[in-house]
């Protein structure tokens, strides 16, 4: 299983988002290319406690859905909502000029994929507590999914 700990994979993602560019078109979703990229560095701010996220986990989400999501064989859904605090225009970073928005993501993915398996985590806004195992899957599906998302 991928993971942001194994560095062919963490250089996968960087070789994916380095495809990235002003003309990516997305697939799917309502985010532009630069929404997205803007996006990821949010997200990763939020799982290194950078950016404060609202808690929205329930029994279910960090239970089942959270297993379903990290280890399921299938590819996460299209059209799921983000949460405010990472969605540009909703409280999240906007677009500014891309290349310095894609070197900030590129920076963030490296710490965060750097951090020790002492790192203590906030909690995941939709999967709760998760171990650093758990962070690195993650880490590594949801940059996927938005590199999926525009064609990367």
Same mark, same amino acid.
């Given at each position: ?37 803007c996006h990821l560095s949010d997200a990763l701010q939020g799982a290194m406690g950078e950016r404060k996220t609202a808690?929205?986990?329930?029994? $279910? ?9 990290? !280890? *399921?064989?299938?590819?996460?859904? &299209?059209?799921? %909502? ?44 939709? $999967? ?9 899957? !993650? *880490?590594?599906?949801?940059?996927? &999914?938005?590199? %999926?998302?525009?064609?990367?």
């Amino acid at each position: 299983m991928k993971t942001l700990k194994n560095a062919a994979d963490k250089a996968e993602i960087l070789r994916r988002l380095a495809a990235i560019g002003p003309t990516s078109q997305r697939r799917w979703g309502r985010m532009s290319v630069g929404e997205m990229i803007c996006h990821l560095s949010d997200a990763l701010q939020g799982a290194m406690g950078e950016r404060k996220t609202a808690s929205r986990s329930n029994w $279910f989400t960090r239970s089942g859905m959270k297993w379903v999501g990290l !280890w *399921g064989p299938t590819k996460w859904p &299209h059209g799921v %909502r983000t949460v405010p605090e990472c969605e540009a225009g909703k409280g999240g970073t906007p677009p500014a000029e891309m290349e310095r928005d894609l070197r900030t993501a590129k920076v963030l993915l490296e710490q965060f994929a750097a951090l020790p398996p002492t790192f203590t985590f906030p909690e995941h806004v939709i $999967f709760g507590q998760m171990s650093h195992a758990e962070w690195m899957r !993650w *880490g590594y599906l949801h940059m996927d &999914h938005h590199l %999926r998302q525009f064609g990367a």
